[in-house]
């Protein structure tokens, strides 16, 4: 070994330290800290502001430790804790300034409030004190985070978000889960007592400590579960496998009567939003075709069902249609507008495809909008009265019917993807993806292909276009703006590029989540943008990525291994 | 011997840049062939025109018969021409059996409908890619690596199984563009026993592009030589080794004969711009 040195970069501490500083500043002064305290995480301890606060000076001193040459050791975590100072300093310094001066003229945000959070109702100067030292201790944590072992640190991650997740959702679960007996009493521990929001103290440690060990002891002993399995006769292995699908199906029936009205609402939009992501990783994921007009498939399908069943209205047709009959036809006319998109574009690639698609998209939503069809789609008054479609007598006219709907559309898509996805199709797309020309040379017909790619896209696109339509009994032209194919394809990359799995995982972070927290619906972009540039930088191969995908994306972490062994 | 590719007056342009000039070549059923010339002497533009990638302004290419300039490179290979690349195009992010699985592509006749529905047509279809592409693995000697991403595979490897993709498509004339790039002497000589030994095996025709002179003498049955997009010689190795303007176009007028004759490497002549 070489001589130990104590290296320590007090250069790149400062730097960490001061960048800390500034993300905690703007998010203090974009107001997000003062509006996320009114919601606790851990009731009367821990509200979601503070947690923010907290979360930067952690991951400030995570990597001030891992920038250190030698941080696993005494100077990454001296500099860990000297980071996450720093960062506390600045922010002290902008409670003063807020304390001492009113800026409130420029800067909506720097209230009083502000101040009283920062110094924990201490006032300043003595607050101040409280702050850096909380925030030195933070440093510590994330530099002893840092020195932990992989899967330890992994557990505690986990344990971490779980308590967050769980905390930030408390009404909802608690809600949801008010009706059964027995389980309430548990609730009134675990959570915060009365009008508290968040977990109990005693509730968050449980949880902690009930996820990290668990996820401890799978991670340890997953491995050993699976060569048990694979020893186990074909016949056994299939009949559990069977078993493992049943208990998923009992699941999914009856979900919506455990979540209730409110969160079957959530899980179908946020379903609505997967049939969509489905439709957009088979084209983007697979074939590699960036196509930013994918709302324009959605909207086709709302106003195919729309115009075919409406009874009345303003409108120049009244076909009053059976949604089930509606339904091919919206989803052929999608597919027809996938191939009619796609054949202009069969040349193009990367950068002019995805503006060509993106006019695309704005071509129809100002179509939908325009006096000249008017008359047959209503313009910007939209069209109203839908029907809700019946189904073997029953009025599928609330979320918990419209759920039924909306998972078997989600299983069909899922289906059919999975089986393309590993076949001879599934295989050109990936091809094309990697190289066009060369897969072409392979004897792939191009022509076929791409159109092939853009067509199922477009159906699944359609379908959930269509069920959107019954769902909210009116539709308008500002519900397929651009906005829509971003946060799709978001999701996508959020999930994983090309993965199915990814495609469910983005849906109910980037879908789900922001309906459950409608409140703080304000900071929505702001939190996709800064998600997106995180994962780009952190984990660019997305949440659950595809086995071939993080295999390129890791090479280096992969190869280590291999050296270390040699 | 009858001819398996024929070319006759193929000229190829860029914007004023004759690539190509009026080429005449003529290649035998069942031989290694080899297309030798200085950089930028046109070999790889030629490859380009009978693959499909570029389509010649003057001229024709047959194949078997068949007029195959102006095709789409999709069309080519389905009549039985297949390639590798200078530089290794393989589908990076794909593993190694299903690079192969889609060379198989003009062989499998099953539809997206069987796709989803998994029918016999369907299973049995992808049974004969994957027995295929298992087959053609253990033949280039990737046994074991079918599950590796292509682009983690070592440099060797992936030449190898580059050209493993092109045989899936069952060629009968196989091009291969310098497959000896970037290898040392015995990762050459490999390479030299292994085409010959892809001849034999495949009963395949072979045409390759290669700048090393050991590989080009030792395993070449007929040799053309190219300077400045035009033919100017062609015969067995013995005939190439003693022809003047070959060593012309090579060493400079009035070089010394002696490097060509040992086999030396031949200095690659600088392009100018």
Redesign the interface.
Known sequence: MSTTQNTFDWRKTLQLGLIGGLVGVLIALVGMVDEFDKRDIVAGTLSMGWTLLLLTALITGYFAASMMPKGRGLPGIVSAVVASAIFAVVMSVLAWLVDRFDLRQVLVNASPNLVKILTFEQGVPNGLFMLIGAGAAVGLLGGVIHILPDRIRKAVALGLSMVALLGLLQEIIQVSLAGFEGVSKALEWMFGKGTEKGLSVAGAIVVFIVVAAGNLLWNTNAPKVNAQFNKLPQKSRRSLRWLGYGILFLVIIYLPAVLGLYLTEVVNSTGLFILMGLGLNIVVGFAGLLDLGYVAFYAIGAYTVGVLTNFSGELTWHFGWNFWLALPVAVSLAVLAGVVLGVPVLNMRGDYLAIVTLGFGEIIRILALSDFLKPSIGGSQGIVNIPPPQFLGVLINNPQTLYYVIVAGAILAL??SQ??R???????W??LR??E??????????VATKL?AFA?GAAFSGLSGSILAVKLGTIYPHSFALLISINVLALIIVGGMGSIPGVFVGGLLLAGMPELLREFAEYRLLIYGALLVVMMQVRPEGFWPEA??K??LH?AE?VKPAEAEA | MTAILTANNVTKQFGGLTAVNSLNVEIPDQSISSIIGPNGAGKTTFFNCVTGFYSPEMGEIHYRGNRIDGLRSDQVTRLGVSRTYQNIRLFANLTAIENIMVGFEPHLKTNWIDAVFRTSRYRQDEKAAHEEAIKLLRFVGLAGLGDQVARNLPYGAQRRLEVARALASKPGLLLLDEPTAGMNPHETLEMMHFISNLRDSFGITILLIEHDMRVVMGISEQITVLDFGEKIAEGTPKDIQSNTRVIEAYLGRGAATEGMATGERAPRRKTTH
């Open positions: 289906f059919i089986r393309l590993d076949s001879r199709l599934g295989r050109s990936k091809a990697e190289d020309d060369v897969a072409q040379a392979m004897g792939i017909n191009l092939l199922t071939t995908h295999r390129e090479e992969a």
